[in-house]
Structures are given as C-alpha cells and as structure tokens.
C-alpha cells in the first residue's frame, strides 16, 4: 500500500512537470511572462510621475488656521507623492480669483474659505461659511467638500482637545503636582503622534449598497488604488484562464484520464499556470519595491535596496497573498466552467473579463468613488479582492 501511494505522488510530479514543460513551450504564455516585469516597470514609472488628477480651485483668505489649512490640502494632493488621491489643489489669491478658474474650466470646482472660518467653528456658526463654485458638469464636488471638511474638522479637533485638557487642568488642580504646561505639551504631543493612526479616535462609514464598514480616520483616501498590483493581478487571472482552454483541450483528446478524476484535472490545469505566473509576480513586486526604497533613499543601491526591502514576514504576506488569489482564481473559473462549456466561448469570454476587470476593478482607479453602480460590479472580478487583501 505505501508503495501504490508512493508511486502515485511520482505520477503527480510527473504530471505536474509535464503541464509545466508544455505551459513554457508555448509562445503566448511565455509572451505573458514576460509581460510582468515590463508592465511593472512601466506601471512603476507611471505611479512615480506627478498625478494629473482632477483640479479643485482653492483660495483661502489670511486668518487663524489658513497655514494649516493650505499644508493640509498640499498633504492631499495628487501632487503629494505620499498621497493617494485623485484630486489636484491648485491655490489662488482671491476669490475673483477663483471663480475665474471655475468658469474657465482651469478647475472643476472652487472653494474660498473665510478669514474668520476658525472663529465660526469654533462658536458653532459654521453654516454656509465656504463659498462654493461648481459647473453643471462638475462631478467632484462632493468628494472634494469632503476633504475639505475633514481637514477643518481636524484643526477643529485639535483646538477643542487642547481647550479640554486646559480646563481639565484647571479644574482639577494639577498645577500643584505637576508643570501644566509640560502635561499639556506632552498631551499634545501624545495626540498628534497618534491622530492618524487609529487609536486616538476613527470613524466608520457605512455603505448602504454593500454593508460594509471603511475606516475614515485619514481623509485622504479617495481611491486607494495600488496600479502595480492590480495589472499583476489582472496578469494572473488571464493565466487562470488559460489554463481553462488548456483543459478544454486535454479533455477533448482523453489525456490524463487514468491519472485523476475530471475534477482534479480541472483544479491542476488551472493552478499550474496560476502558479508560475505568480512566481514571476512576487519577484517583480519584490524588485518594483526595491527601486522605489532605492530612488527614495539616495544612497542606497539596488543590491543593498533589494536585501533591505522585504523582510522575511513581508514575503511570507506577499506569498499568502498570491496563493489565497489563486485559490480563488481557482473557485473564479470553476464558477465560468458551469456558464461557458464550450472552448470557443472561453475563448472569447477572456478579452471580456480581462477588460473588466481593468476597468470596474480598482486597478488604476476607484470608479466606485464616482458612481455606486461599481462598488457591485468590481466584485464580479477576483482582481478586486486581492487588491483588498
């Protein structure tokens, strides 16, 4: 009996190495290998060039909080590398200013915020205090009121937390423990090392369409996409897919029935491509890292950047990861097995999906932040749940 199973698992390497040996043979998958580091380093090229993004017109009148306003904004731009989002702040001196770049469609939209904004914050009369310039074609106004809004609500946060502790102080008499000022210099340091990180204080908003909850505490998340990744992603499921018409094939001229049932030929067929690709995806994420920290650092080299990028917890994330998103490429397909029977239809199904998922999929952008129809059509797609990983 131990033989019987030793020589089982020798067929199963045998079969694995010959779906391999063929998979390298063939020109169009070879083609798609070598398409990763070329997509990685173009794409990587691209997300290190300035954002064009959408502009909003931003003029903010002398007063208060108008240096913190302006860092706050220049912190969410598109032009911030550390950012995120799709909206470009471009800054004017006046609101005839302003307005002119509105109605000259220099900019999508206009905010002018008062000189006095922090005093109507602060006594509860904020209503109606930023004047706004939209076009009837405007379509991001709304996200952009929104980030306007947080960066006030955040200098509002802070002014009320530092009035807080000063009463505190007071009332409770600890200047007869303690030097107030450095308990509120520590207090003040303690909360705006720790505002951003979720543990002072977060919100959640919830999402009607899709009940699910996402973490706001930083209000630069418009799109959160990770362009690099999602191409890779894309990248992998067209394997997957391939490997489906290779079975189709295998199926059609009787190959390796003896092996294993149907539906472990269909699971393996599937994986193998799955598999390889993969590989060369977790070294191109791993080298894309790499001449990122290299550029940011200065004076570190490739070699020395490549050694200090990923430690060994990072690879073992980036390779769970991969091997989750291929069991659900795997489970993908299996669901497309039962509507597309045919290899022809296969065939023609992968262009389709391909498509979609580049474009209903956060790959390059969030379109669900647009229009909620595609907060449900980008989980029709697997490429969206390893982004979400």
Same mark, same amino acid.
Request: a negative charge; one cysteine or more.
């Given at each position: 009996?131990?033989?019987?199973?030793?020589?089982?698992?020798?067929? $199963?390497?045998?079969?694995?190495?010959?779906?391999?040996?063929?998979?390298?043979?063939?020109?169009?998958?070879?083609?798609?290998?070598?398409?990763?580091?070329?997509?990685?380093? =173009?794409?990587?090229?691209?997300?290190?060039?300035?954002? #064009? =993004?959408?502009?909003?017109?931003?003029?903010?009148?002398? =007063?208060?909080?108008?240096?913190?306003?302006?860092?706050?904004?220049?912190?969410?731009?598109?032009?911030?590398?550390?950012?995120?989002?799709?909206?470009?702040?471009?800054?004017?001196?006046?609101?005839?200013?302003?307005?002119?770049?509105?109605?000259?469609?220099?900019?999508?939209?206009?905010?002018?915020?008062?000189?006095?904004?922090?005093?109507?914050?602060?006594?509860?009369?904020?209503?109606?205090?930023?004047?706004?310039?939209?076009?009837?074609?405007?379509?991001?106004?709304?996200?952009?009121?929104?980030?306007?809004?947080?960066?006030?609500?955040?200098?509002?946060?802070?002014?009320?937390?530092?009035? $807080?502790?000063?009463?505190?102080?007071?009332?409770?008499?600890?200047?007869?423990?303690?030097?107030?000022?450095?308990?509120?210099?520590?207090?003040?340091?303690?909360?705006?090392?720790?505002?951003?990180?979720?543990?002072?204080?977060?919100?959640?908003?919830?999402?009607?369409?899709? *009940?699910?909850?996402?973490?706001?505490?930083?209000? =630069?998340?418009?799109? #959160?996409?990770?362009?690099?990744?999602?191409?890779?992603?894309?990248?992998?499921?067209?394997?997957?897919?391939? *490997?489906?018409?290779?079975?189709?094939?295998?199926?059609?001229?009787?190959?390796?029935?003896?092996?294993?049932?149907?539906?472990?030929?269909?699971?393996?067929?599937?994986?193998?491509?799955?598999?390889?690709?993969?590989?060369?995806?977790?070294?191109?994420?791993?080298?894309?890292? #790499?001449?990122?920290?290299?550029? %940011?650092?200065?004076?570190? *080299?490739? !070699?020395?950047? %490549?050694?200090?990028?990923?430690?060994?917890?990072?690879?073992?994330?980036?390779? %769970?990861?991969?091997?989750?998103?291929?069991?659900?490429?795997?489970?993908?397909? *299996?669901?497309?097995?039962?509507?597309?029977?045919?290899?022809?239809?296969?065939?023609? !199904?992968?262009?389709?999906?391909?498509?979609?998922?580049?474009?209903? %999929?956060?790959?390059?952008?969030?379109?669900?932040?647009? #229009?909620?129809?595609?907060?449900?059509?980008?989980?029709?797609?697997?490429?969206?749940?390893?982004?979400?990983?």
């Amino acid at each position: 009996m131990k033989r019987e199973r030793i020589h089982r698992w020798k067929q $199963y390497g045998i079969w694995f190495r010959l779906l391999v040996k063929r998979l390298l043979k063939q020109p169009a998958f070879v083609g798609l290998l070598a398409l990763i580091p070329l997509l990685g380093y =173009g794409v990587g090229v691209l997300e290190q060039e300035p954002a #064009a =993004g959408a502009v909003v017109a931003v003029c903010v009148e002398e =007063g208060e909080w108008s240096e913190e306003i302006l860092s706050g904004l220049k912190a969410l731009s598109a032009e911030n590398p550390e950012s995120v989002s799709v909206l470009r702040y471009v800054f004017y001196e006046s609101d005839a200013q302003t307005r002119q770049a509105v109605v000259s469609s220099e900019a999508d939209c206009g905010f002018v915020i008062g000189k006095d904004i922090a005093r109507r914050i602060k006594e509860g009369e904020w209503q109606d205090s930023i004047k706004v310039y939209e076009t009837s074609a405007s379509s991001i106004t709304g996200m952009a009121q929104e980030r306007v809004a947080g960066v006030l609500f955040r200098l509002y946060s802070e002014n009320g937390y530092w009035e $807080y502790l000063e009463d505190l102080a007071d009332r409770e008499g600890l200047a007869r423990e303690y030097q107030t000022e450095e308990l509120l210099s520590f207090a003040r340091q303690a909360y705006e090392t720790h505002l951003v990180d979720g543990s002072t204080f977060s919100f959640l908003y919830r999402d009607d369409l899709d *009940g699910q909850y996402n973490n706001d505490t930083s209000v =630069g998340n418009d799109t #959160a996409v990770f362009p690099v990744k999602g191409v890779f992603a894309v990248l992998i499921f067209i394997s997957g897919m391939c *490997g489906m018409l290779e079975y189709e094939k295998d199926q059609r001229e009787k190959r390796f029935l003896r092996l294993a049932p149907n539906w472990l030929t269909y699971i393996v067929n599937i994986w193998v491509p799955t598999i390889l690709t993969s590989l060369a995806v977790l070294c191109c994420l791993w080298l894309t890292d #790499a001449l990122r920290y290299s550029a %940011a650092d200065g004076t570190a *080299g490739m !070699a020395e950047a %490549a050694l200090r990028v990923w430690s060994p917890g990072v690879w073992r994330r980036e390779a %769970a990861h991969l091997i989750l998103y291929q069991g659900m490429i795997i489970c993908y397909c *299996g669901i497309l097995r039962v509507f597309l029977r045919r290899q022809e239809t296969i065939a023609a !199904a992968i262009p389709i999906l391909t498509l979609g998922s580049l474009v209903c %999929a956060p790959v390059f952008i969030r379109l669900a932040s647009y #229009a909620p129809l595609f907060a449900a059509l980008e989980k029709l797609f697997p490429a969206a749940y390893y982004l979400a990983l």
